[in-house]
């Protein structure tokens, strides 16, 4: 078990550093379930925002992620390799390239995603009242301002 530093005097500091623990904490089963097959989080989060937008532009999902487009392209590849992924050309251009879960990526996707929504369940149960929601917002404000290019 992590030992989360309990002696933070700045309570800002303590916020990033119970954030990093957190975010290992919703992280680490899906990292194993993924090494077993050799993929990583990368290929996580390619096939779980395939799935959320199937048959979306390789261009759409590159803002999506914020990466460039040499960063998704090994994983993608691996990921198109491995056949959890299906591309087709698109039908009005075959010059766009068009992404989806194959049967066995969505899978793979659905068990990553439903141990993160087991510990999502389980950590807002133990809170009760408006915790969830107030998380949701505290979430939302955060990853708007990606969006609004804060971040």
Same mark, same amino acid.
């Given at each position: 078990?992590?030992?989360?530093?309990?002696?933070?005097?700045?309570?800002?500091?303590?916020?990033?550093?119970?954030?990093?623990?957190?975010?290992?904490?919703?992280?680490?089963?899906?990292?194993? =379930?993924?090494?077993?097959? /050799?993929?990583? $989080?990368?290929?996580?989060? =390619?096939?779980?925002?395939?799935?959320?937008?199937?048959?979306?532009?390789?261009?759409?999902?590159?803002?999506?992620?914020?990466?460039?487009?040499?960063?998704?392209?090994?994983?993608?590849? +691996?990921?198109?390799?491995?056949?959890?992924?299906?591309?087709?050309?698109?039908?009005?251009?075959?010059?766009?390239? $068009?992404?989806?879960?194959?049967?066995?990526?969505?899978?793979?996707?659905?068990?990553?995603? +439903?141990? +993160?929504?087991?510990?999502?369940?389980?950590?807002?149960?133990?809170?009760?009242?408006?915790?969830?929601?107030?998380?949701? /917002?505290?979430?939302?404000?955060?990853?708007?301002?990606?969006?609004?290019? +804060?971040?």
């Amino acid at each position: 078990m992590v030992d989360v530093n309990t002696n933070v005097l700045d309570p800002e500091l303590e916020a990033i550093e119970l954030f990093y623990f957190a975010y290992r904490a919703f992280t680490a089963l899906p990292d194993a =379930i993924l090494a077993e097959r /050799g993929l990583a $989080r990368m290929h996580h989060r =390619i096939l779980y925002f395939v799935a959320r937008k199937p048959r979306q532009r390789v261009s759409d999902l590159l803002v999506t992620l914020g990466v460039s487009k040499q960063a998704v392209h090994t994983p993608l590849k +691996q990921l198109v390799e491995a056949g959890l992924i299906a591309v087709e050309p698109d039908a009005e251009d075959g010059r766009v390239k $068009r992404l989806s879960l194959t049967p066995e990526g969505v899978e793979l996707e659905t068990r990553l995603s +439903q141990t +993160q929504r087991e510990l999502l369940g389980t950590v807002f149960a133990g809170h009760g009242g408006t915790a969830e929601d107030d998380w949701r /917002g505290i979430m939302r404000e955060l990853a708007g301002r990606v969006r609004k290019g +804060q971040a």
